[in-house]
């Protein structure tokens, strides 16, 4: 073998390696003893012995179990077996082998690069998919479960090197038919990740798995955090508001169709979201038709090979080493030989193995310990059938008598004994009691499931916010990590006033790796935009407040503060404001291009049979091809009309009102004498806004850029369809919602609302 493995017996399974471990439960790569196919591997997830008598624990892993049982799509991680093996308990899962979410966006980050517009709607997409599916599951009595996962977050994504997307640990997702429910005013799951009204610690339902799926979907495309704070009740209350900027603000590269669909899903409102997954995943699946080439699984495949080439290679290296692991008897002889190594003599692992089992906490080394499974399905099929478990109740059985265990596994008492096995070339001498019992601690020191330990030096020292692996650990000096999985982790050092820091290292089993690192000061300074615009009637605003711009040849130059969050709005009379954010880095100057639209309208024209286009009684032209009429005021109602050039028809009349759409395309069939319609109707009326202690706002209807500013008075009324709209009033990073009804042919006067408390 290349590698040396620790295997362990556990019940019918061999456990491989640790692949996971948090605070809860640790989680092993497994072969069923048995399997014909020695590339099929399973994963087997145990309490860790701390919980073990946790009653309320114990029960919401067991919850997990009976709603994943029932659990049967490709995009949700298969679960085949809940069992209790003496005090521990576990589940058999399917095994995946990839990254979840929080590797993908560490590489990238790694790589100062976005994730492409394309993959992560494919990825969301799936996501979508085995989310859909889980909402919707009935039981074997058509009954719905009303499963809410709750926890959807890059750790509960599972991207596999085939390309195949996972969503994983319903560990405290709610069902109809789960045994612990939700206290009112607790919080589970992660912050930055939750909708809300379970912020709010209200009733929730499936569309508030939406909004975290809305919140993943963002951050991917921005490569940034969506709701995050400097403390978990300032993460908690921006999650509350859920005032979010479209991400193209973000990445450029991002398309309105991409907004509109991250918008809706992060509507702060559960009535104004997608109603379910599958409706989201749709419109995500029509804008993937339309990429060339296709995204497809092979592609996120061909990525994830390329992009974690070195995990690649290690798990093909592992798996040949896993191949020797078929039964019991070769896991014995495995760890025979490695203690063996160890001192050079061979042990009787018979009677070493109970005691090294009770350091461990690792249940069944030896074989033949008794076990209950509760719940099975087949890992061979997928299918699964969940059984009442009646031995998990409080009369179940379970003893807190110290020798129930020994009397249930049939070992002896707690005396240390090793006992060599008769060999002709090494004689037995009572003077080597104390080497044996030095060989017995190295034993225990190897079979122990270790983890390695980073020292974490930082100047400064105070006030930093650590994240192991993307989950915050204590950051109170001296920070030293312990027990930390062996592999590639990554650290992330964040302070207020300085840079983040983000390293990623390798750690192995008992190695420590010591950083340290000064932090770069944050705050203090300035950065500088330089803009590609030229003109005396261009207005620049930071952060809400007007802002001079010098300029440079045919550039404007625009002084910001550094290491924040900028908003800067660029506005010329009659067009289009044009807004963004920026962070920039002390003393740097970004560039940025800006196209400034004019606040016009177009409108093309075409009818059946031709005619004479008027508008507002001013000739325009004939439509015997398609006629084109541009320059037009976005935000007034012209009467058109369409005289036809034959005998015989009607002169065809409709009021054109532009609203929120520039581009306005008709094909009017006009009438034939004598029929009754005698035209189109279009149902209008009119805005005006007053004005807001001296502040102007930018009106959004609908969720389009209405390309105009408050206050609208009544001689710069605009022209809206009649019927219920959706205001909305921007300045900045400050977002406020108002919904009205236009009438026909009234004026509707509205004032901008007071921001939320």
């Known amino acids: 073998m290349s590698t040396s493995y620790r295997p362990i017996i556990f019940k019918d399974y061999c456990l491989l390696e640790r692949v996971s471990v948090g605070g809860m439960a640790e989680v092993y790569r497994a072969r069923r003893f048995g399997e014909a196919n020695l590339r099929r591997f399973?994963?087997?997830?145990?309490?860790?012995?701390?919980?073990?008598?946790?009653?309320?624990?114990?029960?919401?892993?067991?919850?997990?179990?009976?709603?994943?049982?029932?659990?049967?799509?490709?995009?949700?991680?298969?679960?085949?077996?809940?069992?209790?093996?003496?005090?521990?308990?576990?589940?058999?899962m399917e095994f995946i082998s990839g990254r979840d979410l929080l590797a993908m966006q560490n590489r990238f980050r790694k790589q100062k690069r976005i994730m492409s517009v394309s993959q992560a709607a494919f990825i969301?997409?799936?996501?979508?998919?085995?989310?859909?599916?889980?909402?919707?599951?009935?039981?074997?009595?058509?009954?719905?479960?009303?499963?809410?996962?709750?926890?959807?977050?890059p750790q509960n994504i599972l991207v596999g090197f085939d390309g195949q997307v996972k969503v994983i640990?319903?560990?405290?997702?709610?069902?109809?038919?789960?045994?612990?429910?939700?206290?009112?005013?607790?919080?589970?799951?992660?912050?930055?990740?939750?909708?809300?009204?379970?912020?709010?610690?209200?009733?929730?339902?499936?569309?508030?798995?939406?909004?975290?799926?809305?919140?993943?979907?963002?951050?991917?495309?921005?490569?940034?955090?969506?709701?995050?704070?400097?403390?978990?009740?300032?993460?908690?209350?921006?999650?509350?508001?859920?005032?979010?900027?479209?991400?193209?603000?973000?990445?450029?590269?991002?398309?309105?169709?991409?907004?509109?669909?991250v918008l809706k899903a992060l509507a702060r409102k559960p009535e104004d979201r997608y109603q379910s997954a599958g409706a989201l995943g749709r419109d995500l699946r029509r804008f993937l038709k339309a990429v060339k080439p296709p995204y497809t699984k092979d592609t996120l495949s061909n990525w994830m090979v390329n992009a974690f080439k070195e995990h690649v290679q290690t798990e093909r290296e592992?798996?040949?080493?896993?191949?020797?692991?078929?039964?019991?008897?070769d896991v014995r002889r495995y760890n025979e030989a490695q203690l063996s190594s160890v001192g050079g003599e061979v042990l009787d692992l018979e009677e070493l193995q109970a005691e090294i089992e009770e350091a461990t906490r690792v249940y069944d080394i030896a074989a033949g310990a008794a076990g209950e499974v509760f719940a099975a399905g087949s890992a061979g099929d997928g299918t699964a059938v969940l059984e009442e478990d009646v031995a998990l109740r409080a009369d179940s059985g379970l003893s807190t008598d110290p020798g129930h265990e020994a009397?249930?596994?049939?070992?002896?008492?707690?005396?240390?004994?090793?006992?060599?096995?008769?060999?002709?070339?090494?004689p037995l001498i009572a003077a080597t009691a104390v080497l044996i019992a030095a060989l017995a601690a190295a034993v225990v020191f190897v079979l122990l499931p270790r983890g390695g330990t980073l020292?974490?030096?930082?100047?400064?020292?105070?006030?930093?916010?650590?994240?192991?692996?993307?989950?915050?650990?204590?950051?109170?000096?001296?920070?030293?990590?312990?027990?930390?999985?062996?592999?590639?982790?990554?650290?992330?050092?964040?302070?207020?006033?300085?840079?983040?820091?983000?390293?990623?290292?390798?750690?192995?089993?008992?190695?420590?790796?010591?950083?340290?690192?000064?932090?770069?000061?944050?705050?203090g300074g300035e950065a500088s935009v330089r803009f590609e615009l030229s003109g005396d009637d261009v207005e620049f605003f930071v952060n809400g407040q007007p802002s001079e711009a010098t300029e440079d040849g045919m550039d404007r130059i625009l002084t910001v503060p550094a290491g924040e969050p900028v908003v800067i709005e660029v506005f010329r009379p009659g067009h289009f404001i044009e807004e963004f954010e920026i962070e920039a880095r002390r003393d740097d100057e970004l560039?940025?291009?800006?196209?400034?639209?004019?606040?016009?309208?177009?409108?093309?024209?075409?009818?059946?049979?031709?005619?004479?286009?008027?508008?507002?009684?001013?000739?325009?032209?004939?439509?015997?091809?398609?006629l084109h009429l541009t320059e037009l005021d976005f935000h007034r109602a012209y009467q058109l009309e369409i005289r036809p050039r034959s005998r015989g028809f009607r002169t065809y009349e409709q009021p054109i009102v532009f609203d929120t759409i520039p581009d306005l395309r008709i094909q009017p069939r006009l009438r034939?004498?004598?029929?009754?319609?005698?035209?189109?109707?279009?149902?209008?009326?009119?805005?005006?806004?007053?004005?807001?202690?001296?502040?102007?706002?930018?009106?959004?209807?609908?969720?389009?850029?209405?390309?105009?500013?408050?206050?609208?008075?009544?001689?710069?009324?605009?022209?809206?369809?009649?019927?219920?709209?959706?205001?909305?009033?921007?300045?900045?990073?400050?977002?406020?919602?108002?919904?009205?009804?236009?009438?026909?042919?009234?004026?509707?006067?509205?004032?901008?609302?007071?921001?939320?408390?």
């Open 318 to 329: 592992k798996i040949a080493d896993f191949q020797s692991f078929v039964n019991p008897d």
């Open 591 to 626: 560039r940025r291009a800006l196209s400034l639209r004019p606040v016009q309208g177009s409108l093309s024209i075409g009818s059946t049979p031709a005619g004479t286009v008027y508008l507002d009684g001013e000739q325009k032209g004939v439509t015997t091809t398609r």
């Open 42 to 92: 399973l994963a087997v997830k145990r309490i860790l012995p701390n919980l073990a008598e946790d009653k309320e624990f114990i029960s919401m892993f067991i919850d997990e179990a009976k709603v994943s049982i029932q659990l049967n799509h490709p995009n949700v991680c298969q679960m085949y077996e809940l069992g209790r093996l003496n005090d521990s308990y576990y589940i058999v």
């Open 124 to 153: 969301i997409a799936e996501v979508c998919e085995g989310l859909d599916y889980a909402h919707r599951k009935v039981d074997d009595d058509g009954r719905e479960m009303n499963i809410i996962h709750r926890d959807i977050s």
């Open 169 to 261: 640990d319903f560990g405290i997702a709610r069902a109809a038919t789960k045994s612990q429910q939700t206290q009112v005013g607790v919080l589970k799951g992660k912050f930055g990740y939750m909708s809300p009204e379970q912020v709010a610690a209200g009733p929730i339902d499936h569309r508030s798995d939406i909004f975290a799926v809305g919140a993943l979907f963002w951050e991917l495309l921005t490569a940034r955090r969506l709701f995050h704070g400097e403390t978990d009740y300032a993460t908690l209350e921006k999650v509350r508001h859920a005032r979010v900027m479209p991400p193209s603000k973000k990445n450029p590269n991002i398309p309105e169709e991409i907004d509109r669909i």
């Open 672 to 757: 034939r004498i004598g029929e009754d319609d005698s035209g189109a109707g279009v149902e209008f009326g009119w805005l005006t806004v007053e004005p807001h202690d001296g502040r102007f706002f930018r009106l959004i209807v609908d969720g389009r850029d209405a390309g105009i500013n408050t206050p609208i008075d009544d001689d710069g009324r605009i022209a809206l369809r009649a019927g219920e709209r959706v205001l909305e009033f921007v300045r900045g990073q400050e977002r406020r919602t108002l919904r009205v009804t236009i009438a026909d042919q009234e004026v509707t006067a509205v004032a901008v609302p007071d921001a939320e408390p």
């Open 407 to 426: 009397s249930t596994t049939g070992r002896r008492g707690h005396t240390l004994g090793l006992r060599r096995r008769r060999s002709r070339t090494v």
């Open 455 to 523: 020292e974490l030096t930082v100047f400064p020292a105070e006030d930093l916010v650590v994240l192991l692996d993307g989950s915050a650990v204590d950051a109170t000096p001296p920070i030293i990590l312990e027990r930390i999985p062996a592999g590639t982790r990554t650290v992330e050092v964040r302070h207020q006033d300085h840079e983040p820091l983000f390293e990623e290292f390798e750690v192995g089993a008992g190695e420590t790796v010591r950083i340290t690192r000064e932090l770069t000061p944050l705050r």
